[in-house]
């Protein structure tokens, strides 16, 4: 079990909000957004901000759907105890130092390792879309020191593997499916579903 002494992508919350405060799912001013998260953001010890609402930690995280099915799965033995029996729809985790590599993206690096660390994906990506950055200011503790980074990934297929034994998959469902069953979703996985 970590112990959190990793160093990860974290932004200061009033640099984050230097455009204004947002609750949800921000889809407008995307490019302004991304410089501020590519200018400002720092990497810090992890533990330091777990309960730190000055900081936001980033999370890259990818949807993945292949026509109008949204692939879904399940934690289970989950490290984050405030999230547990929740389900993600988004693929993805914190940006660690190791993402850094000079002149790339490190938001697309960093997503294309969690995806690679979570899923054995066989089917071919056709296109990469930027949603846009989720952030939730509610009565839960975890969503107040994080801000998400949602990809959505159209794929040629469904023959996607959950690799990781902390995960479970649940399959490839439907937008109506992800509606109906909001309440057994992570909170941010509630807002994204209706920008999909």
């Known amino acids: 079990m970590s112990d959190h002494s990793e160093k990860i992508l974290c932004i200061e919350s009033k640099r984050l909000f230097e455009l204004g405060k947002w609750n949800g799912l921000q889809t407008e001013d995307l490019d302004k957004y991304l410089e501020i998260l590519k200018s400002k953001s720092e990497f810090k010890v992890r533990r330091d901000l777990e309960e730190d609402p000055f900081y936001k930690q980033i999370i890259a995280q990818v949807v993945l759907r292949y026509k109008d099915k949204y692939f879904l799965h399940r934690q289970v033995n989950r490290a984050e105890s405030r999230l547990n029996s929740l389900c993600p729809l988004p693929l993805g985790g914190h940006i660690e130092e190791f993402d850094k590599i000079k002149g790339e993206n490190i938001f697309?690096?960093?997503?294309?390792r969690e995806l690679n660390e979570e899923v054995e994906l066989k089917s071919k990506i056709l296109k990469k879309n930027f949603l846009g950055l989720v952030y939730l200011e509610d009565e839960n503790p975890v969503n107040s020191v994080h801000v998400g980074l949602v990809y959505v990934f159209d794929l040629d297929g469904m023959d996607v593997h959950i690799k990781e034994d902390?995960?479970?998959?649940?399959?490839?469902?439907?937008?109506?499916?992800?509606?109906?069953?909001?309440?057994?979703?992570t909170f941010w996985s509630r807002v994204i579903i209706y920008h999909l």
Not at 108 to 112: G, N, Q
Not at 166 to 183: A, H, I, M, Q
Request: glycine fraction near 4%.
């Open 108 to 112: 697309e690096i960093a997503l294309d």
């Open 166 to 185: 902390c995960l479970e998959d649940v399959g490839f469902v439907s937008l109506d499916y992800l509606k109906t069953n909001k309440e057994t979703l």
